[in-house]
């Protein structure tokens, strides 16, 4: 007997393939650039020490690390601060799946229940990398991730059609599918030799105590 997908398997993935279509191009120019050099992306200060995490509105300072569409697997060091690709195997990383759904960064002076900055997912049309933006923190994706805790914040820049957001219920009103995407595709995009389980979403106060915790930590 063959086994029809659902209907919410279909919208998934119909969904996934659009996004995917409509970053191609991005993907490709990522890929070329990355592809002629691995030189680091140094900012004007450390990027982990040198800026503060929470602005004085309340917004949210995130250091773009991966552009939304691409899949090069570029990370801030810990130890020089610059961004750099990030080797696995003596090989570069890149992500055996459609590109990221979002802008994938983190956020400075903060420490996370992994022992890395909290990751953020800025909604959008690509960032460049190595930008730093403020966001409005709309909800947060928690997931285990190799038995280690690897949540990922869910935020929206101001000046993008995202902006009228300001929490998950506000997102699955206007953008219909945007959350299952962001669940399908951290469930997924490491392959099934990896232990990833997805917690669920959560909404901006469970947000906001996640990254006041991770800012504590830094500090002490």
Same mark, same amino acid.
């Given at each position: 007997m063959i086994t029809r997908p659902s209907l919410k398997t279909i919208f998934v993935l119909t969904n996934l393939l659009f996004f995917f279509s409509c970053n191609q191009q991005q993907q490709e120019q990522e890929q070329t650039s990355s592809s002629h050099s691995?030189?680091?992306?140094? %900012?004007?200060?450390?990027?982990?020490?040198?800026?503060? *995490?929470?602005?004085?509105?309340?917004?949210?300072n995130v250091v773009i690390e991966i552009p939304a569409g691409?899949?090069?697997?570029?990370?801030?060091?810990?130890?020089?601060?610059?961004?750099?690709?990030?080797?696995?195997?003596?090989? *570069?990383?890149?992500v055996q799946y459609i590109g990221y759904p979002g802008n994938y960064g983190m956020v400075p002076r903060t420490l996370? %229940?992994?022992?890395?900055?909290?990751?953020?997912?800025?909604?959008?049309? *690509?960032?460049e990398r190595g930008e730093i933006v403020e966001t409005r923190i709309i909800g947060v994706l928690e997931m285990i991730d190799d038995d280690e805790q690897d949540d990922k914040l869910i935020a929206v820049t101001t000046d993008s059609h995202?902006?009228?957001?300001?929490?998950?219920?506000?997102?699955?009103?206007?953008?219909? %599918?945007v959350s299952t995407i962001i669940e399908t595709?951290?469930?997924?995009?490491?392959?099934?030799?990896?232990?990833?389980e997805i917690i669920g979403i959560r909404d901006v106060d469970r947000?906001?105590?996640?990254?006041?915790?991770?800012?504590?930590a830094y500090g002490n």
């Open positions: 691995v030189d680091p992306v140094a %900012g004007e200060h450390h990027f982990i020490s040198g800026y503060e *995490p929470i602005t004085n509105d309340s917004l949210v691409t899949d090069a697997k570029w990370e801030v060091e810990k130890e020089s601060g610059h961004i750099a690709w990030e080797y696995r195997d003596g090989e *570069p990383r890149v996370a %229940g992994d022992g890395d900055t909290i990751d953020v997912l800025v909604l959008g049309a *690509p960032i995202f902006n009228r957001v300001n929490n998950m219920e506000e997102l699955d009103l206007h953008f219909r %599918g595709w951290f469930e997924n995009y490491k392959g099934s030799d990896f232990n990833v947000a906001w105590e996640i990254l006041r915790e991770s800012v504590e």
